[in-house]
């Protein structure tokens, strides 16, 4: 990994020199689309504690003053949205816990007005956070194409009997918007508002500058990262692997790709939004997973992942293709059932392997190694054909071979069915014994035994 | 009259069809009648001689022995053989390899062995367990033979042999049953228990008495009656394969179909007493009653919970799902039990099941209820086809959507083909697709498709 540190660092500097000039977009095919947009909804308090003094001015001027600057930033910005919601304006008789309003709808180029609106208002009002939250979901409306931030502006706790931590959560779960970001005035209300979102005390006016300044950088950051799929020899060279990336909060798929080694034989680098903390599924057999991914804004994250895989195949020496029940070792849940003519990758790891040959052949705690292909051995079976004389009632035994723990006992393998004269089986090779009897006959002393050898690749006929 | 032309016709059939067969095969056994080999391990040590009721130990011994012999004169499927011990070698110091098989298996040899036990005399040491393990090769191979050994003794093991190791050792291996032993005299009901069935002679009396039982046991028809039950405890059960198996030796004694007679009663098996059973019966899963003990001479029933009803499956059609093995586990177990074809019938315990049908997603039914005589059948959904296609080979895998989540079913073959058609279960399909000369993650391709019931999506992994 140190070694191929410079490289890295020159793709991610190539990346995020051109990708923004050139508009190309690293993502994938996701549920974003392609040239996806970031909304940023600015939910401002003007409630009446907003109107004290504070440094220099009024909190509020303040803030409104510091907002507009940034603001002034992002103009001409085609793929950021704006939006302005203010709580708090009205004076009442009494508190008005509905006092939220959206005050300029998200758009490009309303900068100015929402820098106009701002100016107008005058502070009176209380503080129902967690309904201007809650007034959000219309704010955005629906678009699959599009990040939702809100930027929390506040210098008072939720004053309305609200639950504003359990709307946050519960909206971030619906996908309305991302992870908030709650820039607080004057007090340090971290404790309280940590549940909100990511929280930005702000104690003076620089710091609260600096606070607006980084939450935008965060949001717009190009932001990426690469998956590395370790092999035996802790190199990343596994690949064309399916990966999805799922939003660890929502659970819905937020990317989803066809791991992909790069020209210079490197993971292919994403553009990632780092506003969101992933869990990652890798598609090997079983899924390999990593929870709670966290990437950094504005830099080159690199996920690695133990994806020591080894191939398993079969020398198949029958015609015919049987399904075969891989199993972790020691558990019971099939994970994969892999046809007896493919060779397919598992992680590396112990297996238990069920070919669905009559019999069953059993192969308990197959190591599959990495890099390495693992072969087992499947004997050709060979052709029997039963023919029923008189209809009879009875079972297909194989005798356990010599090398097995059970020599002597008989493994029952099928039933014969008194419905079919001519029965066709194709068993694997070894010694059999029918033990039946004439459907009609009332008396066990007729019951018969017959035996017969199965070799590679024979036809046997045995009549009844 | 009738019955006979039956199986002699039935005969002719058989030998017919072994003409045809091209496998190797045995011949069909009608139960023959098996031969009871009868050896008698005979005390000659030193102590013998001494004096008992009327006269000496091996006198009276003798004579009565000798007794039973001639009752068993002439009964068909017999066989004896009389092997000695002490006869040849002076106590003291005496020789712990004395012992010799003095008349070997025949079905007419009473006179024989009689002869032999008038001629000699008590004299040596007593080697049991020697004697034991080399009556091991006094029974010539046989393969439809019950071999018995009865020790007819007045000590105990002098050469310090373990007696009872090599009886259970010969009992494992299936050469003998369990052996029988008259202790003349003292009572060493202690030592010899873990020989074998034990028989305490303090006088004449008592030791014709147990000879007489001991023979009686050895020879009497003992039969067993397995009543296969249903729910309510009625043997209705039937035409089961039932195997016997020697507790001890753990080999088949007894592989029979289970029949009910023409009364509608199960069907009677003459057994062989000394032996104790395992029997295994073949329902699915398989029941087992260990450690059936019998009485000699008496009819015993058995009575095995078999209650089975019918396990089927269903879709509207069957054809595409025809060959898709289901695997049948116990319910909550691990383990499987069966392999039923999708469409076949197949008869099980009653009870819970899992079913884990291998369609295309596989499809997992929990808590399957097998009910007596009833049939219960596991419906899914008809399928319905995909054909894949793409232009280039590439990595591609197929994922079902679950609830927003993926659930990966299939890795798509990277053959030149550039289509692959699967038949599957109706639901909302994901596949992701990267060409393999692609090295860019960019170029992966997402389809998401539906498959319904009986019709065929087709699937373009291009644009």
Request: aromatic share 8%; charged share 20%.
């Amino acid at each position: 990994m140190i070694n191929s540190t410079p490289v890295l660092l020159l793709i991610l500097l190539l990346f995020t020199c051109i990708g923004p000039l050139s508009g190309y977009s690293q993502q994938s095919t996701s549920e974003e689309g392609m040239n996806q947009v970031t909304r940023i909804l600015i939910v401002f308090d003007a409630s009446e504690s907003m109107a004290e003094h504070w440094q220099s001015d009024t909190k509020y001027r303040i803030a409104v003053k510091v907002l507009s600057e940034i603001l002034d930033s992002l103009r001409g910005d085609k793929e950021v949205e704006i939006g302005l919601r203010v709580y708090g304006p009205k004076r009442a008789p009494g508190p008005d816990c509905e006092d939220s309003y959206t005050m300029v709808p998200l758009g490009t180029d309303n900068i100015s007005s929402i820098k106009s609106v701002l100016k107008g208002l005058s502070p009176s009002g209380t503080t129902p956070i967690a309904y201007s939250l809650e007034q959000t979901i219309s704010d955005f409306g629906p678009c699959n194409r599009c990040r939702n931030v809100v930027i929390l502006i506040t210098d008072g706790l939720e004053a309305c009997d609200g639950d504003p931590c359990e709307v946050s959560k519960n909206l971030q779960q619906k996908g309305i918007f991302l992870r908030p970001f709650i820039v607080g005035i004057g007090k340090d209300m971290q404790r309280q508002f940590n549940c909100i979102g990511n929280y930005y005390s702000a104690a003076n006016e620089h710091d609260y500058q600096r606070a607006l300044q980084t939450i935008v950088a965060t949001t717009l950051a190009e932001t990426s990262g690469q998956i590395n799929l370790l092999d035996g020899h802790g190199d990343p060279s596994q690949t064309d692997v399916h990966v999805t990336l799922y939003n660890n909060v929502t659970g819905s798929a937020k990317y989803s790709f066809v791991h992909t080694l790069n020209e210079n034989g490197l993971p292919d680098t994403l553009e990632l939004d780092p506003l969101v903390t992933y869990d990652v599924i890798v598609q090997t057999i079983p899924p390999l997973s990593k929870d709670a991914v966290w990437i950094e804004p504005g830099k080159h994250t690199v996920i690695t992942l133990d994806a020591r895989q080894g191939s398993l195949s079969f020398i198949n020496e029958d015609q015919q293709v049987f399904p075969c029940i891989i199993r972790r070792s020691g558990t019971g849940e099939a994970i994969h059932v892999q046809p007896s003519n493919r060779k397919d990758k598992y992680l590396a790891g112990s297996y238990d392997i069920t070919v669905l040959t009559t019999p069953r052949m059993n192969f308990r705690n197959v190591d599959i190694e990495a890099d390495i292909v693992t072969q087992l051995n499947i004997p050709a079976s060979g052709s029997v054909t039963l023919r029923q004389l008189t209809p009879v009632v009875g079972s297909i035994y194989m005798e356990m071979s010599s090398d097995s723990l059970r020599v002597g006992e008989l493994l029952w393998v099928d039933q014969l069915r008194s419905d079919q004269t001519v029965q066709t089986l194709s068993l694997q090779p070894g010694s059999y014994i029918i033990v039946y009897r004439p459907e009609s006959s009332t008396r066990q002393k007729d019951t018969m035994e017959r035996r017969f050898n199965v070799e590679a690749g024979q036809y046997v006929e045995v009549e009844l | 009259m009738k019955m006979r032309v039956v199986s002699v016709l039935f005969l002719l059939l058989f030998a017919v069809a072994f003409s045809n067969l091209q496998a190797q095969t045995d011949q069909e056994r009608d139960l023959p009648k098996p031969v009871t080999r009868i050896l008698f391990v005979f005390d000659a040590s030193q102590s013998m001689i001494g004096r008992w009721e009327s006269d000496t130990k091996f006198n009276i011994a003798t004579r009565l022995f000798s007794n039973i012999l001639d009752s068993l004169r002439a009964t068909p499927n017999l066989e004896l053989a009389l092997r000695l011990y002490g006869h040849q070698r002076n106590y003291p110091p005496g020789d712990c390899s004395d012992t010799k098989l003095e008349v070997p298996f025949s079905d007419d040899n009473t006179s024989q062995i009689k002869k032999v036990l008038r001629s000699i005399s008590p004299k040596g040491i007593t080697p049991i367990a020697f004697a034991l393990s080399e009556a091991a090769n006094d029974f010539p191979p046989c393969d439809n033979c019950r071999n018995i050994i009865i020790l007819i003794t007045d000590g105990i093991e002098e050469c310090d042999g373990d007696p009872c190791l090599v009886s259970a050792e010969l009992q494992r291996q299936g050469i003998i049953l369990k052996p029988f032993i008259v202790g003349i005299g003292r009572n060493f009901k202690e030592q010899f228990e873990c020989i074998g069935t034990y028989f305490d002679a303090k006088d004449e009396n008592e030791f014709k008495t147990a000879l007489k039982i001991i023979i009686s046991r050895a020879l009497n028809p003992t039969s067993i009656q397995v009543n296969l039950l249903d729910i309510y405890g009625d043997p209705t059960e039937t035409n089961i394969n039932m195997t016997f198996y020697d507790n001890v030796s753990g080999k088949i004694k007894y592989n029979l179909i289970h029949s009910m007679n023409s009364k509608g009663y199960p069907d009677t098996l003459e057994i062989d007493p000394l032996v104790t059973y395992d029997i295994v019966v073949q329902t699915i899963p398989p029941v087992r009653k260990d450690s059936i003990r019998l009485t000699s001479g008496i009819h015993t029933t058995v009575g095995i919970d078999a209650p089975q009803g019918f396990l089927a499956f269903r879709a509207v059609t069957n054809a595409t799902l025809k060959n898709t093995p289901c695997i049948i586990r116990k319910a909550g177990s691990h383990e499987t039990i069966n392999v039923q074809q999708f469409d076949q019938q197949e008869k099980y315990l009653t009870g819970k099941y899992d079913a884990e049908i291998l369609s295309l997603p596989r499809i997992i039914a929990e808590n399957i209820e097998i009910r007596q005589n009833h049939t219960t059948t596991v419906e899914i959904p008809r399928p319905g086809i995909a054909v894949i296609q793409t232009t280039t080979n590439g990595y591609g895998s197929l994922y079902l959507q679950d609830k927003g989540k993926l659930v990966w079913l299939y890795n798509m073959k990277d053959t030149p083909a550039h289509m692959e058609t699967l038949y599957l279960q109706p639901g909302d399909y994901t596949v992701v697709f990267r060409s393999k000369y692609s090295n860019k993650t960019f170029y992966t391709i997402e389809k998401k498709f539906t498959i319904n019931p009986g019709q065929t999506s087709n699937v373009r992994l291009y644009d």
